[in-house]
């Protein structure tokens, strides 16, 4: 989370001059979706934390199905 809003705060919301807290609400939106769009900085951000991603494992089926 740290990341994210570290990058927010650098790039959308550091020239954000709104005289309203929709205007806020917005540019981190924008923020937000800049971010999940681009792949390298999301697993980026991932990987500063340590934390990996496993795929789930499938669950045991019934015996009787």
């Not at 959308?12 to 806020?24: E, K, M, P, R, S």
């Not at 979706?33 to 697993?43: A, E, G, K, P, V």
């Amino acid at each position: 989370m740290e990341l994210l809003w570290s990058s927010l705060k650098k790039r959308g919301l550091a020239t954000c001059a709104g005289d309203h807290l929709a205007d806020v609400a917005d540019a981190t939106g924008q923020g937000i979706h800049r971010i999940s769009h681009n792949q390298q900085l999301s697993w980026s951000f991932l990987a500063h934390t340590g934390l990996t991603i496993h795929p789930p494992r499938p669950r045991n089926q019934r015996k009787d199905q």
